[in-house]
T-cell receptor, first 113, second 111 residues
Framework: DSGVTQTPKHLITATGQRVTLRCSPR?????VYWYQQSLDQGLQFLIQ???????AKGNILERFSAQQFPDLHSELNLSSLELGDSALYFC????????????FGPGTRLLVL | EDQVTQSPEALRLQEGESSSLNCSYT??????LFWYRQDPGKGPEFLFT???AGEEKEKERLKATLTKKESFLHITAPKPEDSATYLC????????????FGKGTLLTVNP
């Protein structure tokens, strides 16, 4: 158990809908990272938050957004969902930045029908 | 842009048959190289961090090494429970805050 929790584990929704994925980092970690993993793309970095502030952006679509709350948990919002958004979404956390080990949560499997 | 290439894409071994996985990288200045293990449908599980060329780390049947251009994950006398996808990632720091992952090596160990 990495100490990072994610909910829900599975999500099935329809095209055009909006969903919210939730992540709680390990105790003491200030940075939260979101990744998307699909069969053909591997692990793709989406966005990082550090202590409530956006720190780095990767290949995140404009339809996607995230935030980190004062208690350090984070939410990833996916809107106007398309079939191609079906993937595993992982959250990871580290103390400060990517020089330290990132510990991953169990993921949320999103299926868009 | 940082690049990570892992080879082979897939590897089948017999139980007890030792081998190595390769991770080649191109970065402007390596600040950390990470190895993870991932089981199907699960989150990546941290194995090792290497920071400088010549560094080695071991854990049970796994040993990770680092040179200036690549890293190897050596698996000695593997068991079926070592079957998983092994991921390599690099961090170069500076204005690039993210980890760049390779596509992984799918290891299958047959009993």
């Amino acid at each position: 158990d990495s100490g990072v929790t994610q909910t829900p584990k599975h999500l099935i929704t329809a095209t055009g809908q909006r969903v919210t994925l939730r992540c709680s980092p390990r105790s003491g970690d200030l940075s939260v990272y979101w990744y998307q993993q699909s069969l053909d793309q591997g692990l793709q970095f989406l966005i990082q938050y550090y202590n409530g502030e956006e720190r780095a952006k990767g290949n995140i679509l404009e339809r996607f957004s995230a935030q980190q709350f004062p208690d350090l948990h984070s939410e990833l919002n996916l809107s106007s969902l398309e079939l191609g958004d079906s993937a595993l979404y992982f959250c990871a956390s580290s103390v400060v930045d990517s020089k330290e080990t990132q510990y991953f949560g169990p993921g949320t499997r999103l299926l868009v029908l | 842009e940082d690049q990570v290439t892992q080879s082979p894409e897939a590897l089948r071994l017999q139980e007890g048959e030792s081998s190595s996985l390769n991770c080649s990288y191109t970065v402007s200045g390596l600040r950390g190289l990470f190895w993870y293990r991932q089981d199907p449908g699960k989150g990546p599980e941290f194995l090792f961090t290497l920071y400088s060329a010549g560094e080695e780390k071991e854990k049970e049947r796994l040993k990770a090494t680092l040179t200036k251009k690549e890293s190897f994950l050596h698996i000695t006398a593997p068991k079926p429970e070592d079957s998983a996808t092994y991921l390599c990632a690099v961090y170069s720091g500076g204005s690039n805050y993210k980890l760049t992952f390779g596509k992984g090596t799918l290891l299958t160990v047959n009993p």
